[in-house]
């Protein structure tokens, strides 16, 4: 286990669960060790790949060229590594249309376009090299939708697929009420990673109630929703007990509709060891992320992206430290194969492999991973993306280190402005800054800011 962690686990499960109207300043400072708590955790790593950092769709995509699809009109085709194609289908205003891709030894994602060129979804449900993607679109007005079929890794191999329109009809009632929650859905995740959190939740909530109302309270779409809420809102606000009791609700629908070997439920499991380590269920928890890496590895090989999530979340539960940096150093090595250079998942894995080298003093190591880091996410993620806070409060645990007390002040003061701005002043993210903002004044002698008294002599 991390070393910071510890402290943070307790700050969380004892003094401020049993203080909660203690202004929260005060609370830091009664803290009686005073130890230096990793940021790791202050905004809780999108070990979701929101399931799996999964950003929002934005972003304009130019088709020059793009194949027609028609009604039951199967195309058949071979797809280099790195080649995309590109397609088209033709709706009248209130038609509904569902396209299916059937994978033959390549994982794919759909890249789904608007009629102003607009990138509104990506499908990428099915990790394996085998089955199907399936698209859905509801035409709001008559025009031509575009699609571009994409390998969803920058390094596999090519393969085959097939694509066939299956169906086009008048949409339903049924079939507005699920457009309009796939909708919500998609604007949830957006307003997360942007981080409106209250907003992202009542958009969840009404995707979530229109679900239930149409396919019932166990299928995968329910499961879906539940993921969301439990990682990233009630994970980010700290409310443990509902993030487990949804996660929980969502892994049982996902192994009953899907099966354990199903992405969505390992996706699930691992989440759920996350959140167990957060409420000291240490041993649980690692039984968990080690059973979903085992079963992600029987899935999709050693060398799948998938494996590299499963391996990072047992590297932040485990107790071993050399186990962890072995597990850590596999999974970046996999994910830099699978993702290039710029994708949110490796500013997750070189801020744990930075915070990893920070707890243990090594801070030559520390400091290349957390500005690597840093770059990344402000080149991905812009620079007032809420996970900046990560960012910024393990640069100011290294600047503590080397003892550059001025340049941690300035660290932890924007990383406070952005959690009071984003989560409130009540946020127990803020105790773990300030109690670190408290140790660089008592580390200058300045022992009213830092709220405690001065040492006593070593003879008293």
Not at 159 to 174: C, D, L, M, W
Request: with cysteine.
């Amino acid at each position: 286990m991390f070393k910071g962690v510890v402290g943070l686990q307790k700050l969380n499960s004892g003094v401020w669960k049993s203080l909660p109207h203690i202004a929260l300043a005060l609370l830091v400072l009664s803290v009686p060790a005073y130890p230096v708590l990793s940021a790791r955790d202050l905004v809780a790593p999108p070990h979701f790949d929101q399931a799996s950092w999964q950003q929002p769709v934005t972003g304009l995509q130019k088709v020059s060229k793009a194949t027609t699809l028609n009604l039951n009109q199967a195309i058949e085709r071979e797809l280099a590594a790195g080649e995309e194609h590109h397609y088209q289908v033709s709706l009248r205003a209130g038609q509904y249309a569902t396209i299916k891709v059937e994978q033959r030894g390549i994982d794919l994602k759909v890249l789904v376009q608007g009629l102003e060129g607009k990138i509104v979804d990506v499908i990428d449900g099915e990790y394996r090299k085998e089955g199907n993607e399936q698209v859905q679109l509801l035409a709001d007005v008559a025009g031509s939708y575009f699609m571009t079929v994409k390998s969803s890794s920058k390094i596999a191999p090519g393969g085959s697929y097939e694509i066939e329109v299956t169906e086009i009809r008048g949409a339903t009632t049924r079939d507005r009420s699920l457009h309009e929650a796939a909708q919500l859905e998609a604007n949830s995740r957006t307003a997360f990673t942007a981080g409106k959190y209250e907003q992202g939740r009542n958009l969840a909530e009404k995707a979530l109630a229109i679900y239930e109302s149409i396919l019932g309270n166990e299928h995968p779409a329910d499961a879906r929703i539940l993921l969301i809420l439990a990682s990233s809102y009630y994970d980010d606000k700290q409310e443990f007990p509902k993030a487990i009791s949804l996660l929980q609700r969502a892994v049982a629908i996902c192994e009953k509709t899907l099966g354990h070997e199903n992405p969505r439920t390992i996706d699930g499991n691992r989440l759920l060891a996350y959140l167990y380590f957060e409420t000291n269920e240490v041993a649980k928890a690692e039984r968990l992320a080690q059973g979903a890496l085992e079963v992600s590895e029987q899935t999709f090989g050693p060398e799948h992206l998938f494996v590299a999530r499963c391996l990072n979340t047992l590297a932040e539960i485990t107790g071993d430290d050399k186990k962890a940096e072995r597990l850590l150093r596999r999974a970046l090595a996999i994910a830099e194969k699978w993702l290039g250079s710029d994708d949110p998942f490796l500013v997750i894995l070189l801020n744990e492999i930075g915070v990893f080298y920070l707890d243990r003093g090594d801070y030559e190591r520390a400091e290349s991973y957390i500005l690597r880091a840093k770059a990344l996410r402000e080149k991905v993620l812009g620079p007032e993306n809420i996970t900046q806070v990560v960012g910024l409060s393990n640069l100011g645990m290294l600047a503590r280190g080397k003892k550059e007390y001025a340049k941690a002040e300035d660290y932890y003061s924007r990383a406070i402005a952005i959690v009071e701005k984003v989560f409130g002043p009540d946020n127990p993210r803020l105790a773990i800054i300030l109690n670190n903002l408290a140790n660089i004044y008592r580390a200058r002698g300045e022992y009213e800011k830092s709220g405690r008294p001065p040492p006593r002599p070593a003879h008293l």
